[in-house]
């Protein structure tokens, strides 16, 4: 997937004041009069939870909005987003994206796709990273590695997230990027489990985002081979990318906002000038430093085009994932 950009607040924000009803004179829509629900399809405390949260607050702060952040969980976020989509398209009712929404209809979880909705905002990119323990001497470059996977096909063990998830399809990437052959194990614990089964010798490796299992890395317990996204992050800036290493691959996982689909254009101007502006403020980017989570910032448009691309790169990429996963 091409790399996008963060733009300009500039034209979002002359259009918001020309629409918003929250004080511009001329506006034709009065919103926000009443509390804005932001849907999170995961659990509590979990990297996007604390996204939208965090998001939230600084519109909040901003704009004295009331954004009340309601958790569901389930159905690999399919029972927030089928919420979503079943919302009355007033702009009440928003949700806080993670790109499992491309995964669901390829893996007929549920019939959607990011078609299905109004894109607001893009804010975050998470990176993975292939990850080996501290003591490793078989492989210190992803170059060794390859070359070691090759000699000995299928018999690495790659510990990852659930199956058919986004970083157990980016083993796949890795498989097919690369030319070789692994043993992916599936973990449906989370990155802090997979972590665990890295240190305990359970797996050879793991490809993961670091979350929780930064502190190994730091302490050297854990080392970071490569990451697969499109440039090295600013958290590792010494860590190359698979693309560097000769390897045509690029899978992240990107957050952002969305509403109903037939929300009028007005309100999601409104809003996206909102978050936006929340987005680009020093305090949300000092929190994804705090986190070691990669920025991005799109506006609604190029938000909506990345999720596009994501549902065709995700819909071609898991039909070849269904095979050596256990």
């Not at 704009?63 to 690999?76: A, C, D, H, K």
């Not at 199956?163 to 083993?171: F, K, N, P």
């Not at 502190?215 to 499109?230: I, P, T």
Request: net charge negative; hydrophobic share 40%.
């Amino acid at each position: 997937m091409k790399k996008l950009l963060c733009l300009s607040l500039a034209l979002s924000l002359v259009f918001a004041f020309a629409a918003c009803g929250t004080g511009g004179e001329g506006s034709s829509t009065d919103f926000p009069t009443s509390p804005i629900t932001m849907i999170v399809p995961q659990d509590p405390g979990g990297d996007t939870d604390l996204i939208a949260r965090q998001v939230a607050s600084i519109v909040e702060q901003n704009e004295g909005w009331t954004v009340t952040i309601s958790n569901q969980p389930g159905g690999s976020t399919s029972v927030g987003l089928l919420q979503l989509q079943a919302a009355n398209p007033d702009g009440y009712t928003i949700l806080c994206n993670a790109t499992n929404l491309s995964l669901l209809k390829p893996q007929a979880i549920a019939d959607i796709d990011s078609s299905d909705f109004a894109a607001i905002a893009g804010c975050n990119s998470e990176a993975c990273y292939l990850i080996v323990r501290g003591d490793e001497d078989r492989f210190t470059t992803m170059e060794e590695f390859v070359a070691y996977a090759k000699e000995h096909p299928g018999e690495l063990n790659v510990g990852t997230g659930q199956a058919g998830g986004v970083w157990a399809l980016a083993c796949t990437a890795f498989e097919q990027g690369a030319g070789i052959d692994l043993n992916i194990v599936a973990n449906a614990g989370g990155i802090a489990q997979v972590g665990l089964t890295l240190l305990n010798g359970d797996v050879d490796c793991a490809i993961i985002s670091l979350g929780t299992n930064t502190m190994y890395v730091e302490s050297g317990e854990m080392k970071l081979l490569n990451n697969f996204s499109a440039e090295r992050t600013e958290a590792y800036p010494d860590v190359p990318t698979a693309i560097e290493c000769g390897y045509d691959i690029e899978v992240t996982s990107n957050r952002g906002f969305l509403a109903p689909k037939d929300t009028p254009q007005e309100i999601i101007d409104i809003l996206e000038a909102a978050f936006l502006k929340a987005i680009e403020s020093e305090e949300y980017q000092t929190f994804l430093e705090n986190m070691n989570s990669g920025y991005m910032c799109l506006n609604a448009e190029d938000y909506a085009a990345m999720m596009a691309e994501e549902d065709a790169f995700y819909t071609e990429l898991f039909a070849a994932s269904t095979e050596g996963v256990s």
